[in-house]
T-cell receptor, first 115, second 116 residues
Framework: EPEVTQTPSHQVTQMGQEVILRCVPI?????FYWYRQILGQKVEFLVS????????KSEIFDDQFSVERPDGSNFTLKIRSTKLEDSAMYFC?????????????FGNGTRLTVT | DQQVKQNSPSLSVQEGRISILNCDYT??????FLWYKKYPAEGPTFLIS?????DKNEDGRFTVFLNKSAKHLSLHIVPSQPGDSAVYFC???????????????FGRGTQLTVWP
């Protein structure tokens, strides 16, 4: 079964550094998402992306965050200047189409540790 | 943000018995509800969903019940198996006039342990 692939599985970075988290969504999917889960807290929506633009973003997704689909397969999340509170599991997800019959397919996540 | 609540952080059930996981929500605009299962070091995996026009949806050993008046849903697993041991997340979504489904609001999850 096709999978959403995320790399790296674990990223350690120093506060203030830029980090790029990478995702390869399922190949025929058209809608892409980033979620995150801070340890012990809920899974939270960050952003949705369709047709090369952001569809919706949460209040968490401020100017320090950006997303890009640089080619036909990758979907990236960039954090420009990481803060300690950015430490979390970041999950990429995708769906083929926007309908209630298309539940999100999540990747296994990237654990980001900001020191 | 407490729009979706799972008040039981953990549940322990004997193999073969029924597991009942509960979820409450506060936003009356939610009209689609999902359950995801998560194993350690993996992403959430979709399990079962229900639209607000229904009150029950069944898929094999898994049944989700929705009580809209109480803003409550539950997931029943019967019979429970040791392989069902995982964290179960309840999630909800509101139809934004046909805009992208994808902004899900998650509960904190319930750790289910099924023992032999």
């Amino acid at each position: 079964e096709p999978e959403v692939t995320q790399t790296p599985s674990h990223q350690v970075t120093q506060m203030g550094q830029e980090v790029i988290l990478r995702c390869v969504p399922i190949s025929n999917h058209l809608y892409f998402y980033w979620y995150r889960q801070i340890l012990g807290q809920k899974v939270e929506f960050l952003v949705s992306f369709y047709n090369n633009e952001i569809s919706e973003k949460s209040e968490i997704f401020d100017d320090q965050f950006s997303v890009e689909r640089p080619d036909g397969s990758n979907f990236t999340l960039k954090i420009r200047s990481t803060k300690l509170e950015d430490s979390a599991m970041y999950f990429c997800a995708s769906i083929f189409r926007s309908s209630y019959n298309s539940p999100l397919h999540f990747g296994n996540g990237t654990r980001l540790t900001v020191t | 943000d407490q729009q979706v609540k799972q008040n039981s952080p953990s549940l322990s059930v004997q193999e073969g018995r029924i597991s009942i996981l509960n979820c409450d929500y506060t936003n009356s605009m939610f009209d689609y509800f999902l359950w995801y299962k998560k194993y350690p070091a993996e992403g959430p995996t979709f399990l079962i969903s229900i639209s607000s026009i229904k009150d029950k949806n069944e898929d094999g050993r898994f049944t989700v019940f929705l009580n809209k008046s109480a803003k409550h849903l539950s997931l029943h697993i019967v019979p429970s198996q040791p392989g069902d041991s995982a964290v179960y997340f309840c999630a909800a979504s509101a139809d934004n006039r046909g805009s992208t489904l994808g902004r899900l609001y998650f509960g904190r999850g319930t750790q289910l342990t099924v023992w032999p």
